[in-house]
């Protein structure tokens, strides 16, 4: 089949790098005399005939520039659905419709698995491309824009460090990352967090937060620096004993995106942390006790991290991955996911890719944030 017209499209959370991905298609693209569209708003603008032409000539270094210009959408195509197999035949229909012979779908484990059911169900001519700031996605090493947001996180937490000092305080500060750690755990390790808490590895918060915190201020630390995962929890046992904001309730009330997972920003468990925190006269007591007055105050990166232009791994990475989409469609080679393993480029099936990674517990990482943790503070007691 000779290809003379591809779609792309971006679907769920922007991240810096998405222009860097479509820039590196477009390039390969006009190389080979193909034309490209722009499906706008992910899936929803392909249900509804939502296109714009994507001419080289008008977007120069488009790969500096953060953010989609074909905008973005989580819109699930399955809600509501009777079946699967027939939204996928249904997004087919849509391709032939608008005269488009090949999509390169660019986004993460929800917008992949819509592409990977049209591949499944209709034998469609799809690629895949993997994106989140989360790096969560079992396919690839790593995702563009994922260092572009850790870069933001540790900046941030640099910055706040001076004000903790100024103030002696305890920040808590909140990073993206609804099921796996990556983002809070890269960039508190980066900038020297006192504790990390992510979604791994739940956490006690007697244990990991109170009596390290009490550990520190006797070491003769005057102001704490707290990283957490949007989407860290506390142990169940820890959440009935120590808690008396929040019960295993409130996390089971909380509303759910499209695609029925639980919007956990909406806990904002950094606000929660430093309610509990105040509620704890005993802490309160070995600060004054050293000399620091106490205060807790909570910061959300949130949005922000998804913001600004990509570093130059993302929109280098996002170049590759956009180059090797390309040339997978120029060969045929539909079903499958570009990814990172390494420092090369490969492709694999789109069904393998799509599957979730987390941080594990025997990872450098998880060592690194526990040594961290006890050493410094041991070492000023010596």
Not at 33 to 38: D, I, S, Y
Request: hydrophobic fraction near 40%; include cysteine.
């Amino acid at each position: 089949m000779t290809i003379k017209k591809i779609g792309i499209l971006t679907g769920g959370g922007d991240c810096p790098g998405l222009n860097s991905v479509i820039y590196g298609i477009m390039l390969k693209a006009y190389d080979a005399g193909v034309e490209c569209v722009g499906i706008l708003k992910g899936w929803k603008g392909l249900m509804e005939n939502l296109t714009i032409p994507l001419k080289i000539a008008e977007h120069d270094d488009l790969h500096t520039i953060g953010g989609t210009i074909l905008y973005t959408s989580r819109t699930n195509p399955f809600k509501g659905a009777k079946s699967k197999e027939e939204v996928a035949k249904f997004l087919v229909n849509k391709l032939d419709e608008l005269g488009i012979d090949a999509l390169i779908a660019i986004g993460g484990d929800d917008t992949l698995s819509v592409a990977d059911a049209m591949c499944k169900y209709s034998k469609a001519n799809v690629i895949g491309c993997p994106k989140t700031i989360d790096n969560d996605l079992q396919g690839t090493h790593y995702t563009f824009g994922f260092w572009s947001a850790v870069q933001l996180a540790s900046n941030a937490m640099d910055n706040l460090t001076t004000t903790a000092r100024s103030h002696q305080r305890v920040f808590v500060v909140e990073v993206m990352g609804r099921d796996a750690g990556f983002l809070t755990m890269y960039s508190g390790i980066s900038a020297g967090a006192d504790i990390i808490l992510i979604p791994e590895t739940p956490f006690d918060f007697q244990r990991d937060i109170v009596d390290v915190l009490r550990k520190r201020a006797k070491a003769g630390y005057k102001y704490h620096i707290i990283a957490t995962s949007e989407g860290a929890y506390p142990k169940m046992e820890s959440l009935e004993r120590d808690f008396k904001t929040i019960s295993k309730e409130t996390i089971d009330k909380l509303p759910k995106d499209t695609y029925g997972n639980p919007l956990l920003a909406k806990l904002n468990m950094s606000k929660i942390i430093v309610d509990e925190l105040n509620l704890r006269d005993d802490l309160k007591e070995v600060f004054h006790n050293n000399g620091v007055d106490f205060e807790c105050r909570s910061v959300v990166l949130g949005h922000t991290m998804r913001a600004g232009t990509p570093n130059s791994f993302d929109r280098i990475l996002g170049l590759r991955f956009g180059l090797a989409a390309m040339k997978l469609v120029l060969e045929g080679k539909f079903g499958n996911m570009v990814s990172l393993q390494g420092n090369k480029i490969e492709t694999i099936p789109l069904s393998k890719g799509v599957k979730k990674k987390y941080i594990t517990t025997d990872s450098d990482k998880m060592e690194l944030r526990d040594l961290l943790v006890k050493i410094r503070y041991l070492s000023k007691q010596n």
